[in-house]
């Protein structure tokens, strides 16, 4: 692997769109920078964005982190942050993390630019028709991408504040923390879901939440948990 490339470019019709193209892979070494780039276009004001992962070969928890962390605030200032270009294998991980319900993924950026296009275009106002025999009680219909985005965001809300209280889940993940302490979150996720493990089937924001609780969220804590725990009796 050689680390990370990234540059930015603008985009659309009026080069309101932020396009940053990202080369190599996103893990806890290299992730700061990609976060430092999309914290750049934030402080600028420029919330409509694209992330360009054409080149990317593989991401870790780190990097999907950073998208899942700013992805609500964005949204909050009338911007979105999108997906584009992802290679089969990370895709497969985007999935698998359930972050299709959250993020919005493209294959190409002038889908990704189509879609900020709509987008705006069901957020200008719009002249309402003059009816002078409508009912004073007309019930009429609003349904825009906008109920798309609530129910993303509650979800995403949900992911966030969730707080499974199993022990039964916690023993499971204490043990496979001392059977391999090398493993991240996702390589225990799905441990979690084999058979052996009882197919324990838990989002990639659980598992978070209880390495979390268990103080067993970075390498380092689940290395030191094992060299305290492998070999009592």
Do not use: C
Not at 46 to 61: A, N, P, W
Not at 204 to 232: G, H, P, T
Request: charged share 30%; glycine share 6%.
């Amino acid at each position: 692997m050689e680390g990370i490339q990234l540059s930015v470019k603008q985009a659309g019709v009026d080069n309101n769109i932020s396009v940053i193209k990202v080369g190599g892979y996103i893990d806890t070494t290299t992730s700061t920078e990609l976060e430092h780039s999309l914290g750049n276009l934030l402080s600028a004001g420029k919330y409509q964005i694209i992330i360009d992962l054409k080149d990317v070969d593989y991401i870790s928890s780190a990097g999907w982190g950073i998208f899942v962390s700013e992805i609500k605030g964005i949204r909050e200032k009338g911007g979105d942050l999108k997906l584009v270009a992802m290679i089969p294998d990370v895709y497969e991980v985007f999935e698998l993390l359930e972050f299709h319900h959250i993020l919005k993924a493209f294959e190409t950026i002038e889908e990704a630019i189509m879609d900020f296009d709509k987008q705006l275009s069901k957020a200008q106002p719009q002249p309402k028709p003059v009816s002078p025999k409508a009912a004073p009680f007309e019930v009429t219909s609003n349904l825009t991408d906008r109920d798309g985005e609530k129910e993303r965001s509650d979800r995403l809300d949900k992911m966030l504040t969730e707080d499974p209280k199993d022990k039964s889940v916690e023993e499971k993940i204490k043990q496979l923390v001392i059977e391999n302490p090398e493993n991240g979150s996702i390589k225990i996720m799905r441990e979690l879901n084999q058979p052996k493990h009882g197919n324990v089937k838990l989002s990639w924001f659980q598992v978070m939440s209880y390495l979390k609780r268990l103080e067993l969220n970075s390498k380092k804590k689940r290395i030191d948990f094992f060299k305290a725990n492998a070999f009592k009796k």
